[in-house]
């Protein structure tokens, strides 16, 4: 198979770290070349190895299309797919870029609006990969299920952090109410319970709720005196975020947020807690520790480029999320290399 040809579409932090995990797999495995960066802010990339591809609009990047095998979209899940509670805030940008390149491939996680995505992002002539980050994501996501598959009598847990949460920190920092009550800056932390961790450690087969597995801890920075308690109010029933959570929110300086923004990493835990028809018990455990989660996430972008081009030459469409494409897939070797080293 050819190398696979991948536009990076937006140069955040997440975008700029699936460049740079593009770029190895450029040197080590030889399977993608990258063709650009799109970004609506041209002006901020200085010294980057990629053509840059300045836009306002994904129909701007239209010419483009026929150099592109795969455009992964590093834009913030709220940017793809979102709309509030109150029906104010639409976001559709999700299957613009979908009409535009045959296969996208991008880290959505907005739990809530999934299924609604799901359906907005499905097509009959072009391939769709969503949800491809950690979790939802490759790592966590299919876990989850082939657990289940596995062992029918256990419950499995998702346990985040210590870590900042990229999305729920732009919610923050986009929310129109907070702009008005004077949050210029904010930053969100997800902090797992250690006490029903260690519960799960000891055996106990449940499912917890989100709200006892984790807890949310909020900075925000202010332009002016605010009133902290309606802030506060506001962020405890953003719903899709903090509903269901204990949310703690403070104050901060200028200085402080500039700190706080240089904590990139990231942490998970799933476990399975089972036992077997006969009696025995099961506990799995799998974690992950990432000192940039932007860069963890962007490898795993990377990773989807080469098999969402894959299953789109072997005639895949419409849409696929993490479970759906074999392992081999995402490989940089042949099935016969892989059988070759024993799997």
């Not at 802010?41 to 990047?61: C, F, Q, T």
């Not at 609006?113 to 907005?120: P, S, V």
């Not at 962007?298 to 895949?316: D, H, P």
Request: hydrophobic content about 35%; aromatic content about 8%; glycine content about 10%.
């Amino acid at each position: 198979m050819d190398k696979t040809r991948v536009l990076v579409v937006g140069a955040g932090q997440v975008g700029m770290g699936t460049l740079e995990a593009l770029l190895d797999k450029e040197e080590f495995h030889h399977d993608v070349e990258v063709v650009g960066v799109a970004t609506r802010r041209p002006e901020k990339l200085k010294g980057i190895s990629a053509v840059i591809y300045p836009y306002n609009s994904p129909e701007d990047l239209k010419k483009s299309a026929g150099k592109v095998d795969v455009a992964v979209i590093c834009n913030a899940s709220q940017a793809l797919w979102y709309h509030s509670p109150d029906g104010t805030v639409a976001n559709e940008e999700g299957p613009k870029w979908i009409d535009i390149f045959n296969v996208t491939v991008d880290s959505f996680d907005n739990h809530r609006e999934t299924a609604e995505y799901f359906e907005a992002m499905t097509t009959e002539d072009h391939l769709a990969c969503f949800g491809f980050g950690w979790d939802p994501g490759k790592e966590f996501s299919p876990q989850k299920h082939v657990k289940k598959s596995s062992f029918p009598r256990s419950a499995t847990n998702l346990f985040y952090g210590p870590g900042m949460s990229q999305g729920h920190s732009t919610a923050l920092r986009t929310d129109p109410l907070l702009k008005q009550l004077g949050v210029v800056d904010a930053v969100q932390f997800t902090m797992p319970r250690e006490e029903t961790l260690e519960r799960v450690r000891a055996g106990e087969m449940k499912e917890f709720s989100p709200g006892e597995r984790m807890w949310r801890d909020c900075y925000i920075q202010l332009d002016r005196d605010s009133d902290m308690d309606a802030i506060t109010k506001h962020v405890q029933e953003m719903p899709g975020y903090f509903v269901g959570y204990e949310t703690k929110v403070t104050s901060v300086s200028a200085d402080k947020m500039g700190e706080l923004r240089q904590r990139k990493g990231h942490q998970g835990v799933i476990m399975t807690v089972g036992k077997t028809r006969g009696g025995s018990s099961i506990v799995t455990e799998r974690r992950l520790t990432f000192e940039n989660n932007a860069q963890a996430t962007g490898c795993f972008l990377a990773e989807a480029t080469v098999a969402g081009n894959k299953a789109y030459q072997e005639g895949r469409r419409g849409v696929v999320v993490p479970g759906d494409l074999g392992e081999n897939l995402f490989s940089c070797l042949t099935q016969r290399e892989i059988i070759g080293r024993g799997l």
